[in-house]
């Protein structure tokens, strides 16, 4: 049994091995694109919203108003990246109902490259509001003692991250695996709902918990950021 | 457990690239779409609210004008309503006065009628009166009637007789007519008297069955008489003279 999509080697190209994560992942990607291409076709302002519509706005907007209420400002570039991080995290997880399809997020190469895209975003999002100068004063604060702090905290953030993600939706993979060969009729059911749920849920502790690391890093805020992982 | 290097790397792009097609064709189209329909919607609700502003002034106008034009209506009707009775009244009034005219004309035109008929009637009456007279005078008369007559007509004499000698200048003689002849004494006695007043002239006796009961004395031009037909003549002109006096006297009063 693999805990993990990444030793499931679907096919080779130009001697590099495409491994079920990979796959996976371009699935997910193209069901998102394919669906947000067909609902916003020609879409015009005049013309009444339909019911893809209208739910494609209900999301964008929810992941909006996430956003303004932890960053408590407009959100700008930061919906795409955090937005993204969602809905990605969202349909792998909620593929997982689908039979034979191993979700990307099981695999920790996927969460591992997701922290990494936050551990990037964080000071990139920072630089891009606050300056250089400004982002990089905040390691030495409140004295230069806490710079080896501080950087070691950016890094144990971005593992926190990536290892949370994939242990839980592992664990719901690895049992529901388990329990298909101990019980094949009744559990896998239930855990595969269970799964949903919790897969929902950390896709929105991902995304709100990247939120909070840019907002915190952009507003200078630091009581905010331990206070949101709390 | 373990970390592929390379299946990171991969999923790294991966996402980016799924970041930026769902930047291209999720949240640009979604969030500008939004934006546009909140636009025009606000745009809409201000072209109503415009709309609205306008349809309340334009209502309000048209109250205005709806209440000038009621009182306009007001106003006209109650000048027709005084014009027509003012009218009306006028037409009565003119009415009544036609009806008066009529009605006073009617009654002169009865009244005229009345005395009209009442004249003829006195006409009448009065000719009946006088044929009846006549004929029962003539049928009555007789010499001694004549002879009274010629004895009035005597006792006149003396009265004409500066009229007699005037007459009696040109005439050779003097007729006495009568109807029946007069006795030999009456001619003797008229005769005397007429030679008092005109001695040269001889007066002569004549009879005239045809002539009314009376004398009548010629003398050249002069015609004096006495008959019962000078009268009845007299009596005659004497009633046509009141009747003719009445009748204009009457027709005034009316």
């Known amino acids: ?230 | 457990m373990s970390i592929d290097w390379v299946t990171i790397a991969a999923q790294l792009v991966n996402f980016l690239i799924l970041v930026w097609l769902l930047k291209r064709f999720l949240y640009r189209p979604i969030l500008d779409g939004i934006d546009a329909r909140e636009t025009e919607i606000s745009q809409r609700v201000a072209e109503a609210k415009a709309a609205t502003e306008k349809a309340r002034l334009e209502e309000r106008a048209y109250r205005s004008e709806l209440e000038k034009l009621n009182a306009q209506k007001t106003q006209f009707l109650e000048a027709a309503r005084t014009q027509a009775t003012d009218e009306r009244e006028k037409l009565k009034a003119e009415t009544q006065k036609l009806i008066n005219a009529e009605r006073a004309n009617g009654q002169a035109e009865m009244t005229k009628m009345k005395e009209d008929y009442a004249a003829d009637l006195k006409a009448a009456g009065a000719g009946a009166i006088l044929s009846l007279t006549r004929k029962v005078l003539k049928d009555l008369s007789d010499a001694e009637l004549e002879e009274r007559i010629v004895a009035q007509l005597e006792g006149r004499l003396p009265g004409l007789g500066q009229e007699l000698q005037a007459s009696s200048g040109a005439s050779e003689k003097a007729v006495v007519l009568t109807s029946f002849a007069l006795p030999e004494k009456t001619r003797a006695r008229f005769t005397k008297s007429f030679h008092k007043l005109v001695a040269d002239v001889p007066l002569n006796f004549e009879t005239d069955k045809t002539q009314s009961p009376g004398v009548v004395l010629q003398l050249g031009g002069a015609r004096i008489g006495w008959t019962i037909e000078s009268y009845l003549d007299g009596l005659e002109g004497m009633l046509e003279k009141r009747l003719g006096m009445q009748a204009p006297h009457r027709n005034g009063g009316s």
Do not use: C
């Open chain 1, 1 to 230: 049994m693999n805990l993990t999509p990444d030793a499931h080697i679907i096919f080779t190209a130009f001697g590099i091995p495409v491994n079920a994560t990979i796959v996976n992942t371009w699935i997910v990607m193209a069901l998102l694109t394919i669906v947000s291409m067909i609902v916003t076709w020609r879409l015009r302002p005049d013309a009444p919203p339909t019911r893809w519509r209208t739910a494609l706005e209900v999301i964008v907007q929810g992941i909006e108003k996430q956003i303004n209420e932890i960053t408590r400002r407009p959100t700008g570039r930061l919906i795409y990246f955090v937005g993204t991080l969602f809905l990605f995290i969202a349909m792998s997880n909620l593929l997982l109902v689908v039979p034979g399809f191993e979700p990307p997020t099981a695999s920790l190469s996927t969460t591992a490259a997701l922290a990494f895209s936050v551990f990037i975003a964080v000071p990139a999002f920072g630089i891009a509001r606050q300056g250089i100068g400004t982002y990089l004063k905040r390691y030495i604060e409140p004295s230069f003692v806490m710079l080896p702090f501080n950087i070691i905290g950016e890094f144990s953030r971005a593992l926190a991250l990536a290892v949370r993600l994939y242990g839980n939706i592992m664990s719901g993979a690895v049992i529901a695996a388990i329990l298909l060969g101990v019980a094949p009729f009744f559990f896998p059911v239930v855990m595969d709902m269970l799964a949903l749920l919790t897969g929902l849920i950390q896709a929105y502790i991902f995304a709100v918990l990247a939120t909070v690391y840019i907002a915190a890093t952009t507003e200078g805020d630091a009581k905010l950021t331990s206070k949101k992982e709390e």
